[in-house]
């Protein structure tokens, strides 16, 4: 199997404090991986890392050379608490930001780019809210406008963090099908994950982390009670 | 009234004013919606050290006392950034944080201003125009000067063509930091590119508004425009007429012999701006929200 993304040693610190510590993660491609592990285990500072929107202290991440390193290769997905929804703006406006990667400097979006934000809100089912501010939406809408404005990118990988937080069961649901539209078309995904319980159902390869690695690989073989154990450092009450 | 509006001195008092307030009403609305509105009180006040500075700098050397906003603007500006980066110089190497370490600043840059500022004007013998820079406390519109305006257009055009062109990069950043740096934007040139903006919009109104009061028009165009409007685009135009009207309105009271200066004058008209729209806009009004609970 290749590798799509994979960190040697990877140490990243905020003032001092690791957030990973010497972690080594491989990602394989066109997979669904998740990457679990209890709060503070610097799970959304490994997405940053790759992403390399976070400063490294040490290490390194090699990507597949099928992903390319121009702007944009990879899609990322925030957690939806990150930006402040109150601002003024609309649902298509949000998406059209995905394509300002793409964009040389003072150019803006023309009609091929509003073209592919449609399309993108189309795909997660959010067209006919396009002009609706995004501060009127709910948890789930507001979660599918951030997957339309990532897509949009036309990345190979995409790093999602957190995306089924707060979202209701309608959105998990349609956001997991349209992954695995994407994972067929021969993308990698790569969530954060926090519901222990439908691990082994949405994904492919799981890797737990806890600063440090603590297991890797396929869902069935590394998803185990010992080694969820060893990440949370006692087995959580919403695994089976 | 005929007498005042032929009266060139009081036209250029009110355009210059409108223009100051259009100005800093647009480059408010990015302080007002990266949160920043601490970080603007903290360069309006900080900027009194280096205003009294350029003067007793430029009568050291020349001998002469400057009036010229050109020369104290530019010390409010190089002030206004030294207790920014003064700032993040102490919550980066200390655990103060960064609303302590700023409220610190304000009080430490504005202190020593107004320090310096009562000790030259008792300095005998006595500086000639010292006594002028009490003005840019509370701001003064009627001591404007042609050339004033003309600096302020200049400096104005300038910053809106560079808004205009970096538009939607820095509306990206200003919703969304980290995506914006995930798509490989050079965030921290847009930081500074943003920062610089907040802080002309602010130094420009020094002289109409002062230094106390300046975060006023630097916010409330802003707050105002964000209960009436739907996109970025529409708040930052909306907060310059709000600007423009307030501050042409202000200037207008100030300079017709009332005496007052421009500042509060300005200020206390935003604030009704500011509550009006509050309670009254669509959608977002105190009015509207208590119908549509009621409802």
Same mark, same amino acid.
């Given at each position: 199997?290749?590798?799509?993304?994979?960190?040697?040693?990877?140490?990243?610190?905020?003032?001092?404090?690791?957030?990973?510590?010497?972690?080594?993660?491989?990602?394989?491609?066109?997979?669904?991986?998740?990457?679990?592990?209890?709060?503070?285990?610097?799970?959304?500072?490994?997405?940053?890392?790759?992403?390399?929107?976070?400063?490294?202290? #040490?290490?390194?991440?090699?990507?597949?050379?099928?992903?390319?390193?121009?702007?944009?290769?990879?899609?990322?997905?925030?957690?939806?608490?990150?930006?402040?929804?109150?601002?003024?703006?609309?649902?298509?406006?949000?998406?059209?930001?995905?394509?300002?990667?793409?964009?040389?400097?003072?150019?803006?979006?023309?009609?091929?780019?509003?073209?592919?934000?449609?399309?993108?809100?189309?795909?997660?089912?959010?067209?006919?809210?396009?002009?609706?501010?995004?501060?009127?939406?709910?948890?789930?809408?507001?979660?599918?406008?951030?997957?339309?404005?990532?897509?949009?990118?036309?990345?190979?990988?995409?790093?999602?963090?957190?995306?089924?937080?707060? &979202?209701?069961?309608?959105?998990?649901?349609?956001?997991?099908?349209?992954?695995?539209?994407?994972?067929?078309?021969?993308?990698?995904?790569?969530?954060?994950?926090?519901?222990?319980?439908? &691990?082994?159902?949405?994904?492919?390869?799981?890797?737990?982390?806890?600063?440090?690695?603590?297991?890797?690989?396929?869902?069935?073989?590394?998803?185990?009670?010992?080694?969820?154990?060893?990440?949370?450092? #006692?087995?959580?009450?919403?695994?089976? | 009234?005929?007498?005042?509006?032929?009266?060139?001195?009081?036209?250029?008092?009110?355009?210059?004013?409108?223009?100051?307030?259009?100005? #800093?009403?647009?480059?408010?609305?990015?302080?007002?919606?990266?949160?920043?509105?601490?970080?603007?009180?903290?360069?309006?006040?900080?900027?009194?050290?280096?205003?009294?500075?350029? /003067?007793?700098?430029?009568?050291?050397?020349?001998?002469?006392?400057?009036?010229?906003?050109?020369?104290?603007?530019?010390?409010?500006?190089?002030?206004?950034?030294?207790?920014? /980066?003064?700032?993040?110089?102490?919550?980066?190497?200390?655990?103060?944080?960064?609303?302590?370490?700023?409220?610190?600043?304000?009080?430490?840059?504005?202190?020593?201003?107004?320090?310096?500022?009562?000790?030259?004007?008792? #300095?005998?013998?006595?500086?000639?125009?010292?006594?002028?820079?009490?003005?840019?406390? /509370?701001?003064?519109?009627?001591?404007?000067?042609?050339?004033?305006?003309?600096?302020?257009?200049?400096?104005?055009?300038?910053?809106?063509?560079?808004?205009?062109?970096?538009?939607?990069?820095?509306?990206?950043?200003?919703?969304?930091?980290?995506?914006?740096?995930?798509?490989?934007?050079?965030?921290?040139?847009?930081?500074?590119?943003?920062?610089?903006?907040?802080?002309?919009?602010?130094?420009?109104?020094?002289?109409?508004?002062?230094?106390?009061?300046?975060?006023?028009?630097?916010?409330?165009?802003?707050?105002?425009?964000?209960?009436?409007?739907?996109?970025?685009?529409?708040?930052?135009?909306?907060?310059?007429?709000?600007?423009?009207?307030?501050?042409?309105?202000?200037?207008?009271?100030?300079?017709?012999?009332?005496?007052?200066?421009?500042?509060?004058?300005?200020?206390?008209?935003?604030?009704?701006?500011?509550?009006?729209?509050?309670?009254?806009?669509?959608?977002?009004?105190?009015?509207?929200?208590?119908?549509?609970?009621?409802?």
């Amino acid at each position: 199997m290749d590798i799509a993304i994979e960190t040697h040693q990877l140490t990243v610190a905020y003032n001092a404090e690791p957030a990973v510590w010497n972690l080594n993660v491989q990602i394989p491609l066109n997979a669904m991986t998740a990457i679990v592990g209890p709060n503070g285990a610097g799970k959304s500072t490994l997405l940053k890392a790759i992403l390399g929107t976070v400063r490294k202290l #040490s290490g390194s991440i090699s990507l597949h050379p099928s992903i390319g390193n121009h702007n944009a290769a990879i899609g990322y997905v925030p957690q939806r608490s990150s930006v402040d929804w109150d601002f003024p703006t609309t649902v298509f406006d949000v998406v059209l930001m995905g394509t300002y990667g793409r964009l040389r400097w003072f150019q803006r979006p023309g009609k091929k780019e509003r073209a592919e934000a449609m399309d993108a809100l189309r795909q997660v089912q959010m067209d006919d809210l396009a002009d609706r501010q995004i501060g009127e939406l709910s948890g789930g809408q507001q979660q599918r406008v951030f997957l339309a404005r990532a897509f949009v990118q036309q990345a190979s990988v995409y790093l999602m963090d957190e995306p089924f937080a707060g &979202v209701d069961a309608r959105t998990e649901g349609l956001i997991i099908e349209v992954l695995r539209e994407r994972q067929r078309a021969g993308n990698t995904i790569v969530l954060v994950h926090h519901d222990l319980a439908s &691990v082994s159902e949405y994904f492919d390869h799981v890797a737990l982390i806890n600063q440090k690695l603590v297991a890797c690989g396929p869902t069935p073989a590394t998803f185990t009670r010992e080694n969820v154990a060893l990440a949370y450092g #006692s087995v959580p009450k919403q695994l089976p | 009234m005929l007498d005042f509006w032929s009266d060139y001195t009081i036209q250029l008092v009110v355009l210059g004013s409108a223009m100051i307030g259009a100005l #800093s009403g647009a480059l408010g609305c990015f302080a007002y919606l990266r949160k920043q509105s601490l970080v603007g009180d903290v360069v309006a006040h900080s900027s009194l050290l280096g205003i009294v500075l350029a /003067f007793w700098f430029t009568y050291l050397l020349t001998g002469t006392a400057s009036k010229s906003i050109g020369i104290l603007l530019t010390g409010a500006l190089v002030a206004g950034l030294a207790s920014l /980066f003064l700032t993040d110089l102490i919550t980066s190497y200390t655990r103060i944080k960064p609303d302590a370490g700023l409220g610190i600043m304000l009080a430490i840059f504005f202190g020593t201003g107004i320090m310096l500022l009562r000790f030259l004007q008792r #300095s005998q013998p006595a500086i000639p125009g010292i006594n002028g820079i009490d003005d840019y406390l /509370f701001g003064m519109a009627a001591t404007m000067t042609s050339g004033d305006a003309w600096l302020i257009a200049i400096v104005g055009v300038a910053a809106l063509v560079t808004m205009t062109l970096l538009w939607h990069r820095l509306k990206l950043f200003t919703f969304d930091a980290d995506y914006a740096s995930g798509l490989g934007m050079p965030i921290q040139m847009l930081e500074v590119v943003l920062l610089a903006l907040i802080v002309i919009g602010i130094v420009v109104g020094l002289q109409i508004v002062g230094v106390v009061l300046m975060i006023g028009l630097l916010i409330a165009p802003a707050a105002s425009a964000r209960q009436w409007t739907r996109s970025m685009a529409a708040m930052c135009v909306t907060a310059a007429c709000i600007g423009a009207a307030s501050a042409a309105a202000g200037a207008v009271v100030s300079a017709t012999g009332s005496g007052l200066p421009t500042g509060p004058v300005i200020v206390l008209i935003l604030s009704a701006v500011f509550a009006f729209s509050l309670v009254v806009a669509p959608g977002r009004g105190l009015l509207h929200r208590r119908r549509k609970v009621v409802s």
